[in-house]
């Protein structure tokens, strides 16, 4: 039976049941949470610890059994943390490495590799330490990797960071989650480099891609062979986005024509970060939608009164999540 490392250890493919596609349990630079622990962590570290284990409980109480937790370097990953928060709710917590940024690169790695040849990247062999290694010694295999482009669109940087996660990906069978902004249709130039690089297009989700309401965007996207992340429910203030009722909407016309198995859905929720002050968002009107329970709770049954049926939401829900990781399962 082959299967996908998580944090609790390996699960079956067929046992990852219904799965959030793109999530984040945590945000703590590590520096920061290093030297101003009671600003990192908004006081009492165990408090962020109780407060995200009954957010992940009321997920799992809806029936979800799985989530790819979407965090990647500069994100802050914090493996002990994790392990914590899963060592008290039942959920199977799939890891990422990848790197987010829309540029920016820290020194070590912009430096690093400049006099050795670009398959020798840091950045492959970051991604395939966390791969094949473990996470720090978290003994957790990361099984999924995360990129991003955003408007500054593939700048050198990007698309060096880009090269290296298509690289990782054909050595271990990893899937990539692209972060993209899709009012820029920057789809197919990231499937040309990934799969340039050895990737297969079958487990790349073109992430966040349900925020446009360009449905020929997403049925590209689809007919390229990869995967539409539609992957921000919850979250309407970014300008120029999507509605809920437009997201929805695209999700029953792209089902009915037979599209469902290449999208998968989720929120991209960050659970606790410390880009804000603690409790801060909690207070933002426009973000009360933005939990990780609003597709068990809004979404699927607003797909159900739509009158799309129960298999194409599993479609959605079950059968294109683990398709991801296919080629990773072992
Ligand atoms: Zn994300």
Request: net charge negative.
């Amino acid at each position: 039976m082959s299967s996908v490392d998580t944090v609790r250890g390996p699960v079956a493919l067929d046992a990852l049941g219904q799965t959030l596609a793109h999530e984040h349990i945590l945000f703590t630079d590590s520096e920061f949470a290093r030297f101003y622990p009671e600003l990192a962590w908004g006081g009492e570290r165990s408090a962020v610890v109780d407060d995200v284990v009954q957010k992940l409980q009321a997920v799992r109480d809806r029936g979800i059994d799985s989530v790819l937790d979407c965090t990647a370097i500069l994100h802050g990953r914090d493996m002990d943390f994790l392990k914590e928060v899963n060592d008290r709710v039942d959920l199977n917590i799939i890891v990422s490495t990848g790197i987010y940024t829309f540029d920016y690169l820290p020194h070590h790695i912009a430096s690093t590799s400049r006099f050795t040849n670009s398959s020798d990247d840091i950045l492959t062999r970051m991604f395939l330490r966390d791969l094949t290694v473990g996470v720090g010694n978290s003994g957790v295999r990361a099984q999924s990797i995360k990129v991003a482009v955003d408007k500054a669109g593939f700048t050198p940087n990007i698309e060096r960071i880009f090269r290296a996660a298509g690289k990782a990906s054909a050595e271990t069978g990893a899937p990539i989650t692209v972060h993209t902004h899709p009012a820029d249709r920057q789809s197919a130039k990231a499937l040309e480099i990934l799969t340039g690089e050895g990737a297969d297009v079958r487990t790349i989700v073109v992430g966040h891609s349900g925020d446009t309401t360009d449905l020929d965007y997403l049925r590209e996207i689809i007919d390229a062979g990869a995967i539409v992340g539609s992957d921000r429910f919850g979250l309407y203030l970014i300008p120029g986005t999507a509605s809920e009722e437009e997201r929805i909407d695209a999700l029953v016309t792209l089902a009915g024509e037979g599209r469902a198995h290449r999208i998968v859905l989720s929120h991209d929720v960050v659970l606790y970060s410390d880009w804000s002050e603690p409790g801060a968002l909690d207070k933002v009107e426009a973000l009360k939608s933005w939990v990780p329970t609003r597709i068990s709770d809004i979404i699927l049954p607003a797909l159900r009164a739509k009158g799309l049926p129960e298999a194409e939401i599993e479609k959605m829900m079950v059968t294109a999540p683990a398709s991801l990781f296919v080629n990773i399962a072992r």
